[in-house]
């Protein structure tokens, strides 16, 4: 955390002492020698952990470059703490590794124990043995683990608690971990596929919030745990963390933030952890079945019609504070936006429309008409005036953490690059890839050329520079792209504007998942 020095203003007054010059000189090296010392306790102190950007404008770059935690192809644990590090090892045949870039730690499963491994001190320590699966809670502190027989616990890290001696698995799904509370059923029915909802919050005891739920529906928290919600008795039922029930509407779904298309994707996965699911709209499916719905706003007290007859969903925001969606009306489909207080507003109307795709990064609905005749319209602008992008398009994609949108065209391997200005750039996207950063006029290239071959430029203002002639495998790097790490020769190699140096000799990597 950053210091705020403030100097603190008072009254002026003239006050005459006598000059004793030895009093300054001691004075002075008395401040000189507190100086030194403050500088040399802030040198020994260890840096900052690094934190994630969250959602910016930052490309699929990574949000620190260090410390850089991999796994190689025998899934062996290393990590390179700062830049001029070798990697280091921390482990071996380790699973489901992951990194708490703010707590300065990484959890990992070695032979069904769970670790813990602190990058600054660089050693670990078991958490849990006998564990299956674990998962970690959105404020980084609480994790929660079934062990290989069946058994739900939690761990602060210095003490595990038993929640439940043998948790159900909902398809897959062992519990619902939220901000610190988790979620997850148990003594469940199989005949009549039910189970009780259970719910536990640090420092309190397990509570059964409701009997006979859906032992194979959803169920998640909401509201920072605040709520919690299920299905029950054909319900979409939400209820406090003490049990009891706010609402209730059949047939219904929470609407859930749009997972977007995408040719490319960070090579360094950046997770959210707290499993909170906004409830602020959810959709009813009608009762006769038809190709249309509503969509219902909870307020917190109850559910409200937003609208009927809702056609599809174009995009939904993850804090759920924009919704596109679709009305039929005579000639096409009328998208309304709603800005999460339960209301709407009419934007354009569609005619002769298969696709759309919201860019949240520019304010742009791109639509796709029937003929691959390609539009898009500001949702924010007062005149919603549509422009051309292009006669013909195919499949659409939102470039992640970029204002940019990317298309191709039927029968051909050109893809289209579309700028928030309209600026439409094409390249061969099966020789070509374009890895950006946080500068939309920065990015790195990856061409291939002979048999199999793959180059690495950097791209900055129509020239390039070359990184390497041959890279093997996936290529990580900053956001602002002045430090990239990758694999060449079976090495791993760190490149920066001063030079090229090797980490280290390995094979394929995988960079951990960062939290």
């Not at 910016?56 to 644990?77: A, C, H, Y």
Request: charged share 20%; glycine share 8%.
């Amino acid at each position: 955390m950053d210091n705020d020095n403030t100097a603190a203003g008072g009254e002026t007054k003239k006050v005459f002492v006598k000059r004793d010059i030895r009093g300054y000189i001691i004075f002075f090296a008395v401040m000189i020698f507190v100086a030194a010392l403050v500088v040399c306790v802030l040198m020994l102190l260890p840096g900052r952990n690094p934190s994630l950007r969250g959602d910016s404008d930052s490309g699929i770059g990574r949000s620190f470059m260090f410390p850089f935690v991999f796994t190689d192809e025998k899934n062996s644990l290393y990590i390179v703490k700062n830049q001029g590090d070798e990697a280091l090892a921390v482990d071996d045949s380790v699973r489901d590794a992951v990194h708490i870039a703010s707590k300065g730690v990484v959890y990992y499963v070695r032979d069904n124990t769970l670790y813990c491994y602190e990058v600054g001190a660089g050693r670990r320590y078991s958490v849990a043995v006998n564990v299956d699966r674990y998962t970690v809670a959105g404020d980084k502190e609480s994790v929660y683990y079934s062990a290989s027989d069946g058994s739900l616990w939690y761990s602060n890290g210095k003490k595990s608690t038993m929640l439940d001696e043998a948790c159900e698995s909902r398809n897959g799904t062992l519990l619902s971990a939220g901000k610190s509370a988790v979620l997850f059923i148990s003594n469940v029915d199989n005949a009549a596929g039910t189970a009780d909802l259970c719910c536990f919050t640090p420092g309190g005891s397990v509570r059964k919030l409701l009997e006979g739920i859906s032992a194979v529906d959803r169920f998640g928290l909401s509201g920072g745990d605040k709520y919690a919600f299920c299905s029950q008795n054909g319900e979409l039922c939400v209820c406090d963390l003490k049990g009891s029930v706010i609402a209730r509407t059949a047939r219904a779904v929470p609407v859930e933030a749009n997972k977007q298309a995408a040719l490319n994707e960070p090579a360094t996965k950046e997770l959210n952890l707290d499993g909170n699911v906004p409830l602020k709209y959810v959709y009813v499916t009608a009762a006769d079945e038809s190709s249309t719905g509503s969509v219902l706003f909870f307020n917190g007290k109850s559910f409200k019609t937003l609208a009927d007859n809702v056609q599809r969903i174009i995009y939904c925001s993850a804090d759920h504070g924009l919704l596109l969606y679709t009305v039929p009306e005579s000639g096409g489909e009328r998208v309304y936006r709603a800005n999460g207080k339960g209301t709407s507003e009419k934007l354009i109307l569609l005619e002769d429309t298969a696709r759309c795709l919201y860019d949240k990064d520019s304010d742009y609905l791109y639509y796709q008409k029937n003929s691959g005749a390609l539009f898009r319209v500001n949702i924010y602008s007062s005149k919603l005036e549509s422009v051309q992008i292009s006669e013909s398009s195919a499949l659409l994609y939102k470039y992640p953490g970029k204002p940019f949108v990317q298309f191709t065209i039927a029968d051909s391997d050109i893809v289209s690059l579309v700028h928030s200005s309209n600026t439409v750039q094409q390249y061969s996207g099966d020789k070509e890839t374009r890895l950006y950063g946080a500068d939309n006029d920065k990015y790195l290239l990856l061409r291939v050329y002979g048999s199999d071959s793959v180059s690495l430029d950097l791209a900055e203002n129509g020239y390039f520079t070359r990184i390497a002639a041959n890279v093997d495998n996936s290529v990580f790097f900053d956001g602002l792209i002045d430090t990239v790490i990758y694999s060449s020769g079976g090495s791993l190699w760190l490149w920066t504007e001063k030079g090229t140096t090797e980490l280290g000799r390995f094979g394929r990597i995988t960079a951990v998942n960062v939290a």
